[in-house]
Structures are given as structure tokens and as C-alpha cells.
């Protein structure tokens, strides 16, 4: 036997309302967030009024990247480049490789529980918006 | 062209934690909400840590998808084809579903704002009553009949 950290539906709920209220407090442009598990199942997501189709599916692929592949974007891209693989040798349509607005959410433990996915901003403004959702998430 | 009126995130968000409040107070099996717009676009989902991961997210997004295109609440959509020679299959579309759990969200004037899908409960019955609370929620808020 062995043990599974779960996320739970109101942890993901406070990290959607925080994520929220900086998106709407800088006045950013409309974003898509979501959160997902270890499996890069969904768990929340939330769509901000105007959000594009495109930004839909892309915050969706970069939460679920950086869950499947234990780790954030900005690793998972320079990870790649090192490499010189390209994202698409995994054979995987859902993995993205982009390098912002994707982090992986770790128990204070190190192990992988999920992935934030932000899109709609600039590639920094997405970044901040999904630290805000890791720090709610771990209780940073 | 045209100007319509669009279910927002508010609205969405809203619907989501009314259903989870509603949750809390009759504990059951762990449960995923989807919310729909008219276009059959994810608005807003959560879902419970433990959910059946085989079935229900997928029929709560289903639900969700099957009321706001159907036009109908889940329940009531098998309904449609009673006295006809053929069944929600032969519609071909694998994601319509009768489970109970589906509602259709319709403003005073008629017109499809989205739906509302919830499951994970063992009965679909379970599953449309906690729907039922997010529809109450909008309607107390004046956003749908």
C-alpha cells in the first residue's frame, strides 16, 4: 500500500478567488485559469469574461504540461532546448512548450500533486498570476 | 450583426459555490460541477479531490454540454424520445447524456444562457438536486426565469 496527497475542491476554489482578484486589482487582460491533478485531470477552472478560445484550450494544456512533466514551463522549455528535443517527441498533443504560465504544484514534501495554467496576459503577467495559485495552493 | 447576451464568470462562479455549499450540507460521494455557456464553452469547474476520475467529470461535462445544446435538463431529455423509433445514440453525438444532474440555464425572455452539470453521486437524482442549488442561486440573483 502506499499514499496519494490529493488536492481538494476548496483549495482549488480559494486559489481560482485569489488568482481572481490580482487579475481584476492590475486591471489584466481577461485570462483563463486552471488547475488540474497529478494526472493532469481538471480539477478548477475558471474563464474570465472575454477569454478566447485559444487561451482557453492553451491555459488547459499548460497546467496539464507542467503536472505531467513535474515542472514548471520555464524548466520543462530550457529542459527541452538543452536537449534539443522539441515538445512534440513525446507524442503527446496536450503537452505544450510554452515557457510561462505554467507551474507544477508540490507538497512542501517535493512531490508532484498538479499544475497551475495561466493564459491571456503576457507571458510574465501569466506567471504571476500561477504564483499566486502555487501560493494558495501549498499555504505559501 | 448581432449583440447577445453571454453568461460571465460571475455568474458561473456563483452557480459553482452555491452546488459545493449545498454539497457540504448533504456529504455524499465526492462530486465535479461544470458550468456551461451557450456555446457549450467552460466557463467555471471544480471538482472534489476522490471523484470517480472513469466518470464524473466527463458527465459533468456532459450534463452541462447536453443541457445547454439540448435545451433541456438531463432528465428530461430521454423523454424526447419516447413514441419516436430511435434512441439518444442515434443522434451520434457520444456526448449527450439523459443521467439526471443537468440543467438548462434560460433567462425571463427564453433565451440559453448555458447549463449547469453535476455528478458523482451514486443517483442521478442526487446529482440534480445539487444542480438544483446552483439554479436557485441564479435565479435569487436575477439571471435565470
Known amino acids: 500500500m502506499h499514499e496519494r496527497t490529493l488536492l481538494d475542491a476548496g483549495e482549488c476554489v480559494a486559489a481560482l478567488d485569489g488568482m481572481l482578484a490580482s487579475v481584476r486589482a492590475q486591471s489584466l487582460p481577461p485570462m483563463a485559469l486552471v488547475i488540474v491533478d497529478q494526472y493532469g ?18 491555459a488547459t494544456k499548460k497546467a496539464y504540461t507542467a503536472a505531467r512533466m513535474g515542472a514548471d514551463l520555464a524548466d520543462f522549455a530550457a529542459r527541452l532546448k538543452a536537449q534539443r528535443r522539441s515538445v512534440t517527441d513525446y507524442a503527446d498533443a496536450r503537452l505544450v512548450g510554452a515557457s510561462r504560465g505554467g507551474l507544477v504544484v508540490r507538497t512542501g514534501a517535493g512531490l508532484v500533486v498538479g499544475g497551475v495554467g495561466v493564459s491571456g496576459g503576457t507571458p510574465e503577467q501569466d506567471d504571476a498570476i500561477a504564483r499566486i495559485g502555487i501560493a494558495t495552493l501549498t499555504g505559501g | ?89 442515434d443522434s451520434g453525438n457520444l456526448n449527450f447524456t439523459s443521467g439526471g444532474g443537468g440543467l438548462v440555464l434560460k433567462n425571463s425572455e427564453g433565451l440559453i444562457l448555458g447549463g449547469i452539470g453535476v455528478s458523482g453521486r451514486p443517483d442521478g437524482a442526487e446529482d440534480e438536486a445539487l444542480a438544483q442549488a446552483g439554479l436557485r442561486a441564479l435565479r435569487a440573483a436575477g439571471v435565470v426565469a
Not at chain 2, 453568461?7 to 460541477?33: W, Y
Not at chain 2, 451557450?38 to 476522490?50: I, M, P, Y
Not at chain 2, 466518470?55 to 419516447?82: G, I
Open chain 1, 41 to 58: 485531470d481538471l480539477m478548477a477552472l475558471a474563464c474570465m469574461d472575454g477569454v478566447t478560445p485559444f487561451v482557453r484550450d492553451y
Open chain 2, 1 to 89: 450583426m448581432q449583440v447577445r447576451q453571454v453568461l460571465g464568470l460571475d455568474e458561473a462562479m456563483l452557480a459553482v459555490k452555491a452546488i459545493l455549499a449545498e454539497n457540504k450540507a448533504s456529504p455524499g460521494r465526492p462530486i465535479a460541477v461544470a458550468i456551461m455557456d451557450d456555446h457549450c464553452d467552460l466557463v467555471a469547474f471544480v471538482c472534489e479531490a476522490g471523484v470517480n476520475p472513469a466518470l464524473a467529470r466527463q458527465n459533468a461535462l456532459r450534463k452541462a454540454y447536453t443541457s445547454a445544446s439540448m435545451r433541456v435538463d438531463t432528465m428530461a431529455f430521454a423523454d424526447r424520445f419516447d413514441g419516436l423509433k430511435r434512441t439518444i445514440a
